[in-house]
């Protein structure tokens, strides 16, 4: 089975960095993804991490550590539109994405 | 536009009743999924389909049947509908065998249950 552990909510202020940690227990892994779901709205691919590291896509990155099945969401310069909830997701399979619990963020002025 | 589309948009009907939701994506992928969002907006996959073939179902009941005429479409089949139907349901695509690869989501069915 899988399970994918986030917290449930954070908050942040306007302009400030936050991380969203994610840890996952899986039978087999192919990759850690990110997905941004604002309300109301279809979940949005953000970013993939194969191997350990950081990715860095502008404001965003993601860290992985496969050793520690640790991963998080780095958000810089937040802004107010970044309110959402994100996921964090991982392939067992070439075609088996499993999502997170979910961390809803809410960026305050 | 190049996008994964599902209809319709919310879902209203009475327990007991049998319901169908359609997705289709012309995006020349070649897997499509059914995923179900609850009220704590746990996203939990149902179904995937590659070329036509089920390749995963997690434990949903079978009351719930994927559809495909062909790989463009996936259209979800609800039977007997129960309270506990009611959620947010997502089709997604995605090529087929790329770990990286993204999945597209429709824009969601809101199906409610009474």
């Known amino acids: 089975g899988q399970s994918l552990e986030q917290p449930s909510e954070v908050t942040a202020v306007e302009g400030a960095i936050v991380q969203i940690n994610c840890t996952y227990q899986?039978?087999?892994?192919?990759?850690l993804s990110w997905y941004q779901q604002h309300d109301g709205g279809a979940p949005t691919f953000l970013s993939y991490?194969?191997?350990?590291g950081l990715e860095e896509t502008g404001r965003f990155s993601s860290f992985l550590s496969r050793s520690d099945s640790y991963g998080y969401l780095l958000l810089q310069e937040l802004q107010m539109k970044d309110s959402a909830s994100y996921f964090c997701?991982?392939?067992?399979?070439?075609?088996?994405?499993?999502f997170g619990t979910g961390t809803r963020l809410t960026v305050i002025p | 536009d190049t996008a994964v589309s599902q209809t319709p948009k919310y879902l209203v009907t009475q327990m007991g009743n049998d319901k169908s939701i359609k997705c289709e994506q012309n995006l020349g992928h070649d897997t499509m999924y059914w995923y179900k969002q609850d009220s704590k907006k746990f996203l939990k996959i149902m179904f995937s389909?590659?070329?036509?073939?089920?390749?995963i179902n997690e434990t949903v009941p079978n009351r719930f049947s994927p559809k495909s005429p062909d790989k463009a479409h996936l259209n979800l089949h609800i039977n007997s509908l129960e309270l506990g139907d009611s959620a947010v349901y997502f089709c997604a695509s995605s090529p087929r065998g790329r770990a990286n690869s993204p999945l597209h989501f429709g824009n969601g069915t809101r199906l409610t249950v009474t």
């Open positions: 997701a991982v392939r067992e399979g070439a075609n088996n994405l499993f």
């Open positions: 991490n194969a191997l350990d």
């Open positions: 899986t039978s087999g892994f192919y990759g």
């Open positions: 389909y590659n070329n036509k073939e089920l390749i």
